[in-house]
T-cell receptor, first 112, second 113 residues
Framework: GNSVTQMEGPVTLSEEAFLTINCTYT??????LFWYVQYPGEGLQLLLK?????DKGSNKGFEATYRKETTSFHLEKGSVQVSDSAVYFC???????????FGSGTQLTVLP | NAGVTQTPKFQVLKTGQSMTLQCAQD?????MYWYRQDPGMGLRLIYY???????DKGEVPNGYNVSRLNKREFSLRLESAAPSQTSVYFC????????????FGEGSRLTVL
């Protein structure tokens, strides 16, 4: 079956630091990959996505590249802001699946 | 834009009581989902409805029932609440799953004493 493994949190960074949150996956077929973000007290919202190998998804300064050879989709941002503090979820869907499979989430706190 | 609306936002129950969480979406989406979110566990799928008139079990369906009342509404019922069901519950919907863009409600925080 499908599964997503994210790096353990929480992650605490200073403002303007570089961010990497690791995500690896196991899936049947050719999955589509996603990063969702959850701000405090809110539901999740889609941050970025990639639907085929070597695609790069990007949004709000965040990027992630679909690496089929390493089954990874790591999230990066060059300079984080306090407003980026949130929980980040990696997710995938593939084949005939009628649902998304989510990772366990990584809490990010950015300090001023 | 209302999007996905969940009610209630907060609820406290005693063990054995029943309750229904309501969810409605105004985006004409086909598929709707109920998740629970627990610390360290991420999101776990309880039930989903791929289209009006169908429902399927997810990863953790025990102790829950659902009803897809119409295309807009998808309710989650706890018949006899247990402390293990203390959680934050999220409803979500999507038009076409291959887009990956699930739209989530703001969540319902349930405490079972």
């Amino acid at each position: 079956g499908n599964s997503v493994t994210q790096m353990e949190g929480p992650v605490t960074l200073s403002e303007e630091a570089f961010l990497t949150i690791n995500c690896t996956y196991t899936a049947t077929g050719y999955p589509s990959l996603f990063w969702y973000v959850q701000y405090p007290g809110e539901g999740l919202q889609l941050l970025l996505k990639a639907t085929k190998a070597d695609d790069k998804g990007s949004n709000k300064g965040f990027e992630a590249t679909y690496r089929k050879e390493t089954t990874s989709f790591h999230l990066e941002k060059g300079s984080v802001q306090v407003s980026d503090s949130a929980v980040y979820f990696c997710a995938l869907t593939s084949g005939s699946a009628r649902q998304l499979t989510f990772g366990s989430g990584t809490q990010l706190t950015v300090l001023p | 834009n209302a999007g996905v609306t969940q009610t209630p936002k907060f609820q406290v129950l005693k063990t054995g009581q029943s309750m229904t969480l309501q969810c409605a979406q105004d985006m004409n989406h086909n598929s709707m989902y109920w998740y629970r979110q627990d610390p360290g566990m991420g999101l776990r799928l309880i039930y989903y409805s791929a289209s009006e008139g169908t429902t399927d079990k997810g990863e953790v369906p025990n102790g829950y029932n659902v009803s897809r009342l119409n295309k807009r509404e998808f309710s989650l019922r706890l018949e006899s609440a247990a402390p293990s069901q203390t959680s934050v519950y999220f409803c979500a919907s999507v038009g076409h799953l291959n887009t990956g863009e699930l739209f989530f409600g703001e969540g319902s925080r349930l405490t079972v004493l």
